[in-house]
């Protein structure tokens, strides 16, 4: 059984779920650094965020997976957490099909 979430961990992740729900409503863009979400059949694949934010994606044969690490733009975030840090769970069924398909989608450009 996992611990609860820290006060600092729950601010954390309704940041991140925010800038994940900014994604999909398209008020944030994303563009992969490094390889894209085909180029990465089973690995992280990093995102960084017209906000200037980072997020690292693991793509699980090439399926969303989890949240592998956040870095946001003041510096707050966490790294390989994902086991404590639920942020994918959060979101609905849709919005994390809606998510997955952006992610697909992105393109270095």
């Known amino acids: 059984m996992s611990e609860p979430l820290s006060d600092h961990d729950l601010a954390v992740q309704a940041r991140v779920v925010a800038l994940m729900r900014q994604i999909i409503a398209g ?7 490094g390889e894209t979400w085909d180029d990465a059949y089973a690995a992280n694949v990093e995102f960084a965020c017209s906000t200037g934010d980072r ?7 090439d399926g969303l997976d989890y949240v592998d690490s956040v870095r946001l733009v003041d510096g707050a975030g966490f790294q390989g957490q994902y086991a404590s840090l639920p942020a994918l769970d959060v979101l609905t069924h849709t919005e994390q099909r809606a998510l997955e398909l952006i992610l697909k989608s992105a393109v270095k450009r």
Do not use: R
């Open 27 to 33: 008020d944030a863009t994303i563009e992969p650094v």
């Open 55 to 61: 997020i690292t994606f693991f793509n699980d044969c």
